[in-house]
């Protein structure tokens, strides 16, 4: 094996998604731990002062306390060259996070154990299911009183349409979690807390050893041995084939906090994940063990720091070796660029790269040239990834400029803004732009807005509620065809045409009666649930 085959097969590139407060961030503190990537525990929590992505509106997250952008980590742990995405819990700002899993190749689903299945939860799986990757669960918090394990698996199942198989189970919960049984190796680990130090002291001790009896207790041995019967008994047998494709989820239970459980599911986590997996590029599939180099674009961030008002594109090497002094394509633009000023994030720094292989996340200087979802690839071999699905907002306002001698600000900075993907903009088709209607995920994204069209475009806005709730792209079979006019159409009065700044024609509802009503009247009408064909 060459060194360069090496370098990707030992990469690993995976989300970890839960519902706010379900214990995502402490989990990956300790993994960084782990990787000694940090010297203690706490300091991911950090990253709110100047330890990752800070743009002039994170003013917004310190007073609310909530974390709003996804960061990028990487560490090394066990010869494995860990990149790990960290996304925002809240669910005004899941859109991000939903673009984020897409430069995923796993997700790492936490689960609170005295909660289970959480609404937001929900979400993210329906877009970790779409794209047909592993999920691995860790249910988390078993240092608290918890619901019964197995009631949480059977949830799991139900609310998410997923086969679940436990790799270990607990030993009671709350101040008498004593450990977990490992099922693969037949053998109890028995945790001793060890709060912040690098791992908690565990002892592996066998289960029909009778010094368990008297280490957990008879009555927690006898509870144990029932339930590993049921377990045995029961469960659907374990076939990676399903993991891999995401139709079985394996589930570990631990305690993030007190490190009970993290060590032994970060190493069976590592052994069951693969090196960087494939991308579709039309009828292309683009494997990560291409020697050319490709790259798509996933997020955006301006403003990363302050002093220079800049903007990062974050992008996810899909194949081959970045080499910083190499010319890449830019298919979108269609030209020939280097990259500026190539970074990657390595916990709580970043440091300028000269190299990176498939599986890695680099962040480069944008001039204003990329769009989430643009393809960089070699300049002998070009062509473009599928698109990122762009997600349907849920809120929507109609905003102007106050000032009208403003309005070339005001557009510049709406439409700056909804090339992040942070904002999506519409206007009535057949019209100017001198009125838009934004439509976000969570209406603190308009706070969002307002405070930075205010301070970075010097901009005030008049702001007016729309009752839209749904969004649907329309689909056009033919790329030819002339685009709708609204009298082509019979719509109820609480729906309307609109279009994005990109030309994609969509339809506004405010009721799925209305959506269901517009498809029964217009036939030949074809509605979508998600975009990104052209975004």
């Not at 990149?83 to 899993?101: A, C, K």
């Not at 608290?144 to 698996?153: G, H, N």
Request: net charge negative; with cysteine.
């Amino acid at each position: 094996m060459s060194q360069y085959e090496a370098e990707i097969k030992r990469r690993r590139t995976f989300a970890i998604i839960s519902h706010p407060d379900a214990g995502k961030t402490t989990l990956t503190e300790k993994f960084l731990l782990y990787g000694g990537a940090i010297a203690q525990a706490g300091q991911v929590k950090g990253k709110k002062n100047t330890r990752a992505a800070t743009s002039d509106w994170m003013e917004i997250e310190k007073q609310r306390g909530i974390s709003v952008t996804s960061s990028v980590m990487q560490f090394q742990y066990e010869g494995f060259c860990i990149n790990i995405l960290d996304t925002p819990g809240h669910q005004d700002f899941s859109e991000d996070t939903y673009r984020t899993l897409m430069a995923a190749d796993s997700a790492v689903m936490v689960i609170d154990a005295a909660k289970g299945v959480e609404a937001q939860t929900r979400k993210l799986f329906k877009v970790c299911a779409m794209r047909d990757i592993p999920i691995f669960t860790f249910i988390n918090k078993m240092d608290r009183e918890t619901r019964d394990p197995f009631e949480l698996c059977e949830e799991l199942e139900k609310e998410l349409g997923i086969d679940t198989y436990a790799m270990n189970w607990p030993i009671g919960c709350g101040k008498e979690f004593k450990g977990v049984y490992d099922r693969q190796n037949r053998k109890v680990i028995h945790f001793t807390s060890n709060t912040n130090a690098k791992a908690a002291t565990a002892t592996q001790i066998e289960v029909d050893d009778p010094a368990l009896a008297e280490l957990i207790g008879q009555s927690k041995h006898s509870q144990l041995v029932d339930e590993i019967e049921l377990l045995d008994g029961a469960s659907c047998d374990f076939d990676m084939e399903r993991v891999r494709h995401g139709k079985l989820s394996p589930v570990f239970f631990g305690s993030a906090l007190t490190n009970f459980g993290v060590e032994p599911f970060l190493e069976e986590f590592l052994r069951m994940t693969t090196a960087p997996l494939p991308r579709k590029a039309g009828e292309q599939v683009i494997d990560c063990f291409d020697e050319d180099f490709s790259a798509f674009v996933f997020k955006i961030q301006a403003n990363m720091n302050k002093a220079h008002r800049d903007r990062i594109a974050f992008m996810r090497v899909v194949s081959g070796r970045f080499d910083a002094e190499k010319e890449v394509y830019h298919m979108q633009g269609g030209k020939k660029m280097r990259l500026s000023r190539p970074q990657q994030l390595m916990a709580a720094e970043r440091e300028i790269i000269e190299e990176a292989y498939a599986g890695d996340i680099i962040g480069v200087f944008d001039p204003g040239i990329f769009s989430i979802g643009d393809t960089l690839c070699a300049p002998s071999k070009k062509f473009q990834f599928d698109p990122i699905p762009t997600f349907a907002p849920e809120h929507f306002q109609r905003i102007r400029s106050i000032d009208t001698m403003k309005r070339k600000q005001f557009l510049k900075g709406v439409e700056q803004i909804a090339q992040e993907g942070a904002i999506q903009i519409f206007k009535t088709p057949y019209t100017g732009m001198e009125e838009v209607i934004v439509g976000v995920v969570g209406t603190l994204q308009f706070d969002v807005l307002e405070y930075r069209l205010r301070s970075e475009y010097n901009v005030e806005l008049y702001k007016e509620g729309l009752p839209y709730e749904y969004l649907r792209w329309v689909v056009r079979e033919d790329e030819n065809a002339q685009p709708l006019k609204e009298e082509d159409l019979l719509l109820p009065a609480d729906a309307k045409l609109v279009e994005d700044y990109k030309g994609n024609q969509l339809i506004l509802f405010a009721s799925q009666w209305s959506i269901q009503w517009v498809t029964e009247r217009n036939k030949g009408l074809v509605l979508a649930e998600f975009g990104g064909a052209k975004f």
